[in-house]
């Protein structure tokens, strides 16, 4: 089953604008990460942020996470064409602090940068 | 790159066969993954070795079956392979100990005729 929602499930910007995808999930969660993918290749992890962090950054991506609305959103700041790729959102519901690598993924937002 | 190789990288199988796809997990990584994508969705969990065992099985039918070996490489076994089994098949390494994040390969392209 899918647990987290992508919104927008597509998104058009030109190079140098910024990019934010959203992400809904259901339940209680450990942490939830971001996966890139590149034309149905395999996934890339961009980052992850633990359910007591409220804000993560790693270079140009800025994630949030608000568990009281059960929500996550990624920032992409100055885009560049290279970033052009469907983006996951990816909730680990292990419990106890140790995650074990089984991840319910939403089913994406693709975006395309142009030029 | 992360260090995660699979193949086949493409097959094409006719329904009624059994396929087998393979795995190497990065270097030091003892936990493999399988997911299931099929075109236009988020990738779905198959299930989890650790330690040569099912460590988890996401909603997968018994036909849907693995592997794990010494050296942490696995297999994905698939019988009696239907139309909707065509899709892409990631296998994901990680570690036990470290929180969360997965290191996934390339890839296995099922097509089923």
């Known amino acids: 089953s899918q647990q987290g929602e992508e919104d927008p499930q597509a998104l058009s910007i030109q190079e140098g604008e910024n990019a934010t995808m959203n992400c809904s999930y259901k339940t209680s969660i450990n942490n939830l990460q971001w996966y890139r993918q590149n034309s149905g290749r395999g996934l890339v992890h961009l980052i992850l942020i633990r359910s007591n962090e409220r804000e993560k950054h790693s270079g140009r991506l800025r994630v949030t996470l608000d568990t009281s609305k059960k929500s996550s959103s990624l920032l992409i700041t100055a885009s560049r064409a290279a970033d052009t790729a469907s983006y996951f959102c990816?909730?680990?519901?292990?419990?106890?602090?140790?995650?074990?690598?089984?991840?319910?993924f939403g089913q994406g937002t693709i975006l395309t940068v142009h030029p | 790159e992360t260090g995660v190789t699979q193949s086949p990288t493409h097959l094409i199988k006719t329904r009624g066969q059994q396929v087998t796809l393979r795995c190497s997990s990065q270097s030091g990584h003892n936990t493999v993954s399988w997911y299931q994508q099929a075109l236009g969705q988020g990738p779905q969990f198959i299930f989890q070795?650790?330690?040569?065992?099912?460590?988890g099985r996401g909603n997968f039918p018994p036909r849907f079956s693995g592997l794990q070996f010494p050296n942490y490489s696995s297999e994905l076994n698939v019988n009696a392979l239907e139309l909707d089994d065509s899709a892409l098949y990631l296998c994901?390494?990680?570690?036990?100990?470290?929180?969360?994040?997965?290191?996934f390969g390339e890839g296995s392209r099922l097509t089923v005729l």
């Open positions: 990816a909730t680990d519901e292990s419990a106890g602090g140790t995650s074990y690598g089984k991840l319910t």
């Open positions: 070795y650790y330690r040569e065992e099912e460590n």
């Open positions: 994901a390494s990680s570690l036990q100990s470290s929180p969360g994040e997965l290191f």
